[in-house]
T-cell receptor, first 116, second 112 residues
Framework: DVKVTQSSRYLVKRTGEKVFLECVQD?????MFWYRQDPGLGLRLIYF???????EKGDIPEGYSVSREKKERFSLILESASTNQTSMYLC???????????????FGPGTRLLVL | DQQVKQNSPSLSVQEGRISILNCDYT??????FLWYKKYPAEGPTFLIS?????DKNEDGRFTVFLNKSAKHLSLHIVPSQPGDSAVYFC???????????FGKGTSLLVTP
């Protein structure tokens, strides 16, 4: 069974703190993604990675960085957390490109981050 | 700029009736479309997809229709059940990309 896990379900941090969100997938997928979900804005892509040590900016990368040292693990880093980064963060993984082989993305349960 | 649009933030339907969720897209390069379902405090789960070479795909109570000329797709749920109450996201991709473009979601409430 497909599994994407995220290190924390809920997190409370202070403004200016460095925050690490971890995501692990056990499906040997090539691609991993970080999204944030905000009310009225849907899911917005922050960064994705199509291979180990490779990363691509998504639609809203400002204020974030990522790390993928191992295939199964993709970390999202908030270098200096700000209140406007309070959100639900969702990690996803997929094997191929959507549509080419009917591939889809599998999501983790999400991390709800509150920055005070 | 939002390339995938779900213009109805919410929808309420009675149990047993049909739920129709709509989605429009602007990018003519999109050729694969998906619907995801999301319960509160959980990650989205894949529901159904359709390739641009088809105009309909059915899976049990769920059917997705694609109208390429109108750049419009819809998800039909028949019959609707209270357990279908969730937020539904429409997503699209092109065969040159890895990422999905998501709409803002439609919150469906199925009342007994």
């Amino acid at each position: 069974d497909v599994k994407v896990t995220q290190s924390s379900r809920y997190l409370v941090k202070r403004t200016g703190e460095k925050v690490f969100l971890e995501c692990v997938q056990d499906m040997d997928h090539e691609n991993m993604f970080w999204y944030r979900q905000d009310p009225g804005l849907g899911l917005r892509l922050i960064y994705f990675s199509y291979d180990v040590k490779m990363k691509e900016k998504g639609d809203i990368p400002e204020g974030y960085s990522v790390s993928r040292e191992k295939k199964e693990r993709f970390s999202l880093i908030l270098e200096s957390a700000s209140t406007n980064q309070t959100s639900m963060y969702l990690c996803a993984s997929s094997q191929g490109q959507p549509g080419l082989a009917g591939e889809t993305q599998y999501f983790g349960p999400g991390t709800r981050l509150l920055v005070l | 700029d939002q390339q995938v649009k779900q213009n109805s933030p919410s929808l309420s339907v009675q149990e047993g009736r049909i739920s129709i969720l709509n989605c429009d897209y602007t990018n003519s390069m999109f050729d694969y479309f998906l619907w995801y379902k999301k319960y509160p405090a959980e990650g989205p789960t894949f529901l159904i997809s359709i390739s641009s070479i088809k105009d309909k795909n059915e899976d049990g109570r769920f059917t997705v229709f694609l109208n390429k000329s109108a750049k419009h797709l819809s998800l039909h749920i028949v019959p609707s059940q209270p357990g279908d109450s969730a937020v539904y996201f429409c997503a699209a991709s092109s065969n040159s990309g890895y990422a999905l473009n998501f709409g803002k979601g439609t919150s469906l409430l199925v009342t007994p």
